[in-house]
């Protein structure tokens, strides 16, 4: 079928269930792109920049599954600093608490 005679809406119904598939509870889930490993060589850099934008891409030879190439999971250090980041944010909003208020909000419901 030559795509040049298909209407925009055609274009994006068949871009969308290349792209995205119902799973068992009917929740739209993402397909992982597969290419084979010859064609994986060919256009490396084109794969890294899908990956890179968040997508992940399964490589296979004869048909069988070989790698899965992924985007990298976010550092323990970017972790700690998003983490510092927000316990600063919560400080700038909220007053500082003395020693007695802590003391009195935890002995408040003991006799």
Not at 37 to 50: G, V
């Amino acid at each position: 079928m030559d795509p040049s005679c298909l209407s925009e809406n055609s274009k994006a119904r068949i871009y969308w269930k290349a792209r995205y598939n119902q799973d068992w509870s009917f929740k739209l889930v993402k397909t992982m792109e597969t290419i084979q490993a010859s064609e994986a060589k060919t256009h490396f850099l084109r794969i890294l920049d899908k990956v890179e934008r968040g997508e992940t891409v399964v490589v296979t030879r004869h048909g069988r599954a070989i790698a899965r190439i992924c985007p990298e999971a976010p550092t323990s250090k970017e972790r700690f600093e998003r983490a510092k980041a927000s316990i600063m944010e919560i400080r700038k909003r909220t007053k500082p608490v003395s020693v007695e208020e802590i003391l009195s909000a935890r002995d408040e419901g003991r006799m």
